[in-house]
């Protein structure tokens, strides 16, 4: 099966760094990638990582270290409409290339 | 370019009716996928169509089925409604050449109360 962890909540302070880590286990791993969800709405794309390494999109980056098993999602100069769930999830062999198997989601809640 | 729409938004229906949901993808994407959000199970994968066939799915049971038309568009049918199956259905389209870097873009989603 393919299972993936992540943590449940984080709070953080406006304007400083958070990291939201990801363990998975499957098999037929293609890659990770992140996805945001404000409540109410639908899930958007962040990034993706096939590779090892870091991917930097303006405040967010994402992180793979394929030997570990092990993604984070760093956001930078938190803001207040960055308060949402953040969702890592996997493609693999098992689900097919393009489809995705989603962790349970981090709530983020920046306070001021 | 419009993104994907789904229609409708919110549905309420009793037990043992079933349901038909729609979903248009971003024009020129070919692929299709449904996914499950509920508080206790997550986001879950139902099924992926991609040029009118079904190319994977999920590990749900038979009541939950779907299809995709020449243009794209996807419909995914419940039957036989159980309590259970009231959840926030998703879908969610990409170009696809089956590439796993193809990006995967979500509609609004169609909220489903089962009473």
């Known amino acids: 099966g393919q299972s993936l962890e992540q943590p449940s909540e984080v709070t953080a302070v406006e304007g400083a760094i958070v990291q939201i880590n990801c363990t998975y286990q499957?098999?037929?791993?293609?890659?990770l990638s992140w996805y945001q969800q404000h409540d109410g709405g639908a899930p958007t794309f962040l990034s993706y990582?096939?590779?090892?390494g870091l991917e930097e999109t303006g405040r967010f980056s994402s992180f793979l270290s394929r030997s570990d098993s092990y993604g984070y999602l760093l956001l930078q100069e938190l803001q207040m409409k960055d308060s949402a769930s953040y969702f890592c999830?996997?493609?693999?062999?098992?689900?097919?290339?393009?489809?995705?198997?989603f962790g349970t989601g981090t709530r983020l809640t920046v306070i001021p | 370019k419009a993104g994907v729409t789904q229609t409708p938004r919110y549905l309420i229906k009793t037990r043992g009716q079933q349901v038909t949901l729609s979903c248009s993808p971003i024009?020129?994407?070919?692929?299709v996928s449904w996914y499950q959000q509920t508080p206790g199970q997550g986001l879950q994968f139902l099924f992926e169509?991609?040029?009118?066939?079904?190319?994977n799915k999920g590990n749900f049971p038979g009541r939950f089925s779907g299809r995709q038309f020449s243009n794209s568009r996807s419909e995914m049918n419940v039957s036989t409604l159980e309590l259970g199956d009231s959840a926030l259905y998703l879908c969610?389209?990409?170009?696809?050449?089956?590439?796993?870097?193809?990006?995967?873009?979500f509609g609004p989603g169609t909220r489903l109360t089962v009473l």
């Open positions: 969610a389209s990409s170009s696809s050449s089956g590439s796993s870097t193809d990006t995967q873009y």
């Open positions: 499957t098999s037929g791993f293609y890659g």
């Open positions: 990582n096939a590779l090892d």
């Open positions: 999830a996997v493609r693999s062999f098992q689900t097919g290339a393009n489809n995705l198997f």
């Open positions: 024009s020129g994407h070919r692929s």
């Open positions: 169509y991609f040029s009118e066939t079904q190319r």
